[in-house]
């Protein structure tokens, strides 16, 4: 029988803990840092003030410098979100609690210890993604709940209108995804429905084939690098595959074909195109 698995800890819960960890153990560091640096520096002990003032100078900037990558390392993320505002949260919560800290905790560093570490974690706990919806709600809670949630719904998929004619070859067993349109142009790429999803990029791309539908322009010259493959139809091998122009009246297409694709997957591509309605480029109607 397999062991019980252990209960997930709620991502908020381990974000405060680690907050507050990393604020447990920040004013050791910075008092061990500022400690040498007090060794070193020329001042007066009997001065309080200029002391005061080298510790200050010297424990700001660690926590702001230090503390972003701590946070980050025990994945508190937005790291930043925490370590720019948990500083002056500390401060605050240092004047407010000043004299009960002194009196419960008499050593001043684990006092500084307690306080960063709430402070921290206190952040952390109202800067967590979807905390702020929450705190929102709390007036409204008081006067009668909060307005009741409405589902996201996806937006409507905007109508393909690129200006010129949806042209689509008809291949059976192929599905037409990422379409995209723009004014003269139209985008969309023709992969089988039998390929397997555990298939690597490498090789869903080399079994795919890209059309672009333009607005007609010249065809390919004699001097260029396509060769002549049929009436009003050019081609031309590159890596990966091969790419097909066709002049038609009504547009230029260009089918780009993996070298996966078979010959006549490809010759059927070129010589079936035709317009289309455009449900033909939606998923449903290509499966």
Same mark, same amino acid.
């Given at each position: 029988? &397999?062991?019980?698995?252990? /209960?997930?800890?709620?991502?908020?819960?381990?974000? !405060?803990?680690?907050?507050?960890?990393?604020?447990? #153990?920040?004013?050791?560091?910075?008092?061990?840092?500022?400690?040498?640096?007090?060794?070193?520096?020329?001042?007066?002990?009997?001065?309080?003030?200029?002391?005061?003032?080298?510790?200050?100078?010297? &424990?700001?900037?660690?926590?702001?410098?230090?503390?972003?990558?701590?946070?980050?390392?025990?994945?508190?993320?937005?790291?930043?979100?925490?370590?720019?505002?948990?500083?002056?949260?500390? %401060?605050?919560? *240092?004047?407010?609690?000043?004299?009960?800290? $002194?009196?419960?905790?008499?050593?001043?560093?684990?006092?500084?210890?307690?306080?960063?570490?709430?402070?921290? &974690?206190?952040?952390?706990?109202? !800067? !967590?993604?979807?905390?702020? $919806?929450?705190?929102?709600?709390?007036?409204?809670?008081?006067?009668?709940?909060? /307005?009741?949630?409405?589902?996201?719904?996806?937006?409507?998929?905007?109508?393909?209108?690129?200006?010129?004619?949806?042209?689509?070859?008809?291949?059976?067993?192929?599905?037409?995804?990422?379409?995209?349109?723009?004014?003269?142009?139209?985008?969309?790429?023709?992969?089988?429905? #039998?390929?397997?999803?555990? #298939?690597?990029?490498?090789?869903?791309?080399? +079994?795919?084939?890209?059309?672009?539908?333009? +607005?007609?322009? =010249?065809?390919?010259?004699? =001097?260029?690098?396509?060769?002549?493959?049929?009436?009003?139809? *050019? +081609?031309?091998?590159?890596?990966?595959?091969?790419?097909?122009?066709?002049?038609?009246? =009504?547009?230029?297409?260009?089918?780009?074909?993996? +070298?996966?694709?078979?010959?006549?997957?490809?010759?059927? &591509?070129?010589?079936?195109? #035709?317009?289309?309605?455009?449900?033909? %480029?939606?998923?449903?109607?290509? =499966?």
């Amino acid at each position: 029988m &397999a062991p019980p698995s252990r /209960p997930a800890v709620p991502p908020a819960l381990r974000r !405060t803990l680690a907050a507050a960890l990393v604020g447990l #153990a920040l004013p050791p560091l910075a008092w061990a840092l500022t400690a040498a640096g007090l060794a070193v520096l020329p001042y007066d002990p009997s001065a309080r003030f200029g002391q005061g003032a080298v510790i200050l100078l010297g &424990a700001a900037p660690f926590l702001l410098v230090t503390a972003w990558p701590s946070l980050w390392a025990v994945r508190v993320r937005p790291a930043w979100h925490v370590a720019l505002p948990a500083p002056p949260a500390a %401060f605050l919560l *240092w004047t407010l609690l000043d004299t009960v800290a $002194w009196q419960l905790v008499p050593n001043r560093l684990v006092a500084v210890c307690l306080v960063l570490g709430l402070a921290y &974690a206190l952040t952390a706990l109202f !800067t !967590t993604p979807g905390m702020l $919806w929450w705190a929102q709600q709390v007036p409204l809670m008081a006067v009668g709940g909060p /307005p009741p949630l409405v589902a996201p719904t996806a937006p409507p998929r905007r109508p393909l209108d690129p200006g010129i004619p949806l042209i689509a070859p008809d291949l059976p067993g192929y599905v037409v995804e990422r379409v995209a349109s723009r004014p003269g142009e139209l985008r969309y790429v023709l992969r089988p429905a #039998a390929l397997h999803r555990a #298939a690597t990029p490498g090789e869903r791309s080399a +079994s795919a084939v890209t059309v672009v539908v333009r +607005s007609r322009v =010249d065809p390919p010259g004699e =001097d260029g690098p396509y060769e002549q493959a049929g009436p009003r139809t *050019w +081609s031309r091998a590159v890596d990966g595959g091969t790419i097909h122009v066709v002049d038609r009246d =009504d547009a230029t297409v260009v089918v780009r074909a993996g +070298s996966r694709v078979p010959e006549a997957v490809l010759r059927r &591509a070129t010589s079936t195109l #035709a317009p289309r309605p455009p449900s033909h %480029f939606t998923p449903t109607a290509q =499966d």
